[in-house]
């Protein structure tokens, strides 16, 4: 006995596969249009589990390479900041060694001290440079201005961590360096004293930074064996501390202090200044001077002070007198045996000085303000190249160190795109279709579908003669 498909089993298969046909056809189209040949993930599982691993890969390596650009940008200015930082302290130190010159007039180094003074000031602008809102010299704390004027000189805000960012798993790039390592980096050496009053180190370690002015002050003068008439005059213009050498030559008219040079004395007799060979003076009258000869030994007591404000009496014989200021914290202790002079020393915690106070402890000394001898402001001057070489090769190192990170930077960038490189063509392997391929399977398709639309529409033509059978 035959059995005749009814006619909705024979709908329902048509329209299976027209579907089937349809479908076919249409994902070809989709392939084409869009590129891809996996358009959702149900078209290859695997394949579309890869092609997520990828992009994830290429979206990471995408973040990474914005990181290094953005590094990139800061490392180049800065470098670019310090490389005119390192060219105004060549500047600077053009004109110190200038005005250290024995030919430089007192006006040509007050020309000198503002010219340095410009310098210093552009050189503090540089030290808060910013890019964009965010400071580069000041550590990871980009919102503080790094180095601030105050009245005991500049002092760094900043910290001392670097600024970073992620460029990698656990890999981090360096995007400055701390300002405290390029403008203000200590590297001690012990402390140092300018040589203008005799004094030197105690024997106890000394506590502080940067450099003090410690002050001696003459209080009063004395004098034994003084003879011919001669007396002192007024002492409150006197500098001379400690015991002292006086000699008057009645034959040759001369007097002499210590080892200092000899003074000849004028013909009309009244106040005369002496002075010794490292620059202590004393005032003396010889209005009644009977023309003798003799030998005399002069005194001058002295008190000393750290701070301006605080006086202490010396006995000259302080092997280590401890010496503090409780507003900086500075401890300092000193030996006054050979203390032979009053005046203002100049006290350096070698390699603690930051460059813009090193500067501007030149300018002060340039235009001298102190009345020092040529000697003396020669001596200090010296201290300050030294501070200032020291400061400038600071300069120079961090500007290569910055270089070297500008070049990781680039390397890193370079690594990245070749990544991103490769992992799209992988990609491109697992999800990108080829074209002549898909073509072929659309007409394929196509074809397919017109002859099952054709096959079905023979299949539907029904009469009443195929049930009569």
């Known amino acids: 006995m035959s059995i005749r498909p009814t006619q909705q089993a024979t709908f329902t298969q048509i329209q299976r596969g027209l579907l089937s046909n349809f479908s076919a056809l249409v994902r070809s189209q989709e392939q084409i249009s869009s590129g891809k040949r996996i358009v959702r993930p149900s078209d290859d599982p695997v394949g579309a589990s890869q092609a997520l691993a990828f992009r994830r890969q290429i979206a990471s390596a995408e973040r990474n390479t914005t990181a290094v650009e953005g590094a990139q940008v800061m490392l180049d200015t800065a470098a670019g900041l310090l490389q005119d930082a390192g060219g105004l302290l060549a500047e600077a130190r053009a004109s110190l060694l200038q005005g250290m ?26 030290g808060n440079a910013r890019a964009g809102n965010r400071y580069l010299f000041a550590g990871t704390a980009t919102d503080t201005s790094p180095f601030s004027a105050t009245a005991n000189g500049v002092r760094y805000l900043g910290n001392e961590e670097a600024q970073e960012v992620l460029v990698g798993i656990d890999a981090r790039l360096a995007t400055t360096v701390p300002g405290d390592e390029i403008f203000a980096a200590e590297q001690r050496n012990g402390t140092r004293f300018s040589g203008l009053t005799g004094l030197a180190s105690g024997t106890t370690a000394d506590q502080g930074t940067g450099y003090v002015h410690i002050r001696v002050r003459h209080d009063a003068t004395s004098a034994s064996g003084l003879g011919g008439g001669v007396t002192l005059g007024s002492s409150a213009a006197d500098t001379l501390v400690g015991s002292h050498a006086l000699v008057v030559d009645g034959t040759a008219r001369t007097v002499r202090l210590g080892n200092g040079e000899l003074v000849a004395l004028p013909t009309t007799l009244g106040p005369v200044v002496v002075r010794g060979e490292h620059g202590a003076e004393v005032n003396l009258d010889f209005s009644a001077w009977d023309g003798s000869s003799f030998s005399a030994t002069v005194d001058g007591s002295a008190s000393i002070s750290i701070d301006g404000s605080t006086w202490r009496a010396l006995t000259l014989s302080e092997n280590d007198l401890r010496l503090t200021d409780p507003a900086s914290g500075t401890v300092i ?92 063509a992988l990609l491109s392997r697992v999800e990108d279709v080829d074209f002549a391929t898909a073509v072929m399977e659309m007409s394929r398709a196509e074809q397919t579908l017109q002859l099952a639309q054709a096959t079905s529409a023979r299949l539907l033509q029904n009469s009443l003669l195929n049930f009569l059978r």
Not at 337 to 350: D, I, K, M, N, Y
């Open 333 to 424: 202790h000193v030996d006054t045996r050979s203390l032979h002079r009053a005046g203002t020393e100049l006290v350096t915690f070698g390699g603690t000085v930051n460059v813009f106070d090193v500067l501007q402890g030149i300018v002060a000394d340039l235009e001298n303000a102190e009345g020092l001898g040529a000697n003396a402001q020669r001596d200090r001057l010296n201290i300050w190249l030294d501070e200032l070489d020291r400061n400038h090769e600071n300069v120079l190192v961090a500007t290569g160190e910055l270089g070297a990170l500008s070049q990781r930077a680039s390397g890193l960038q370079e690594a990245y795109d070749g990544e991103m490189t490769q992992v799209r």
């Open 101 to 126: 010159n024995g030919t430089a007039s007192a006006d040509d180094r007050k020309l000198l001290a503002n010219s340095i003074s410009l310098i210093r000031d552009r050189l503090l602008e540089i």
